[in-house]
């Protein structure tokens, strides 16, 4: 036991957030895509409600191009920036497979969205980590226009469904170390 403990410790730990453009162009296979996306079918659900949906795009470039020019559709001329448009666009470039991830609300209604939206989240955690534990490296983004309404449209989605995100995954040839800027005897109160 003290092995397996050691060794979610390690992948834990070693989880990184690293953005697309730092990603190498490498390309994952889809197989080992489809063992991440098992790893989130195994997150803890309420009543068995399992919330969380995926949209996977083999080719990222496709998703990119769409969210660019939602961002153009959907943003008024005084505030929308040429640079912003062009990093939607590219966005995918370096990266291998886009995941974007869903809250579906379920049909239980006792049960609290945000217990709804956690079990995605935890979905979401078990993808990040399996990508570590695999050399994949991650990224979970709620950026551009992820979050906002016209991409509820895009995706079809219920009113009370949610966008959680969206993962860029890929391969980097960097390492980067990790850090935790307030201590954890800040963060916990033991009584």
């Known amino acids: 036991m003290a092995d397996y403990f050691s060794t979610i410790s ?5 989880r990184r957030t690293i953005k ?3 990603m190498n162009g490498g390309k994952i296979p889809d197989e080992q895509v489809s063992q991440l996306l098992e790893l989130a079918d195994w997150a803890p659900t309420h009543g068995y409600t399992e919330p969380w949906r995926f949209v996977v795009y083999t ?4 998703f990119c191009h769409q969210h660019a020019e939602m961002y153009k559709q959907n943003t008024d001329a005084a505030n929308y ?6 990093n939607f666009y590219t966005q995918g470039d370096k990266v291998s497979h ?3 991830a869903i809250m579906e609300r379920g049909n ?8 709804e939206i956690a079990a995605t989240a935890a979905a979401i955690q078990n993808i990040l980590l399996g990508a570590t534990a695999l050399n994949i490296a991650s990224f979970w983004s709620t950026g551009g226009m992820i979050l906002k309404p016209a991409m509820k449209t895009f995706l079809k989605l219920n009113d009370e469904d949610e966008v959680m995100g969206v993962l860029y995954l890929g391969y980097t040839d960097e ?5 935790r800027k307030i201590p954890l005897s800040e963060k ?3 009584v």
């Open 10 to 14: 390690t992948i834990i730990k070693n």
């Open 20 to 22: 697309p453009f730092m």
């Open 59 to 62: 080719n990222p470039a496709d």
């Open 81 to 86: 920036i040429e640079a912003s448009y062009t």
């Open 98 to 100: 886009v995941i974007v």
């Open 108 to 115: 239980l209604p006792k049960i609290p969205v945000f217990e």
């Open 175 to 179: 390492q980067f170390a990790g850090v």
């Open 188 to 190: 916990v109160k033991w």
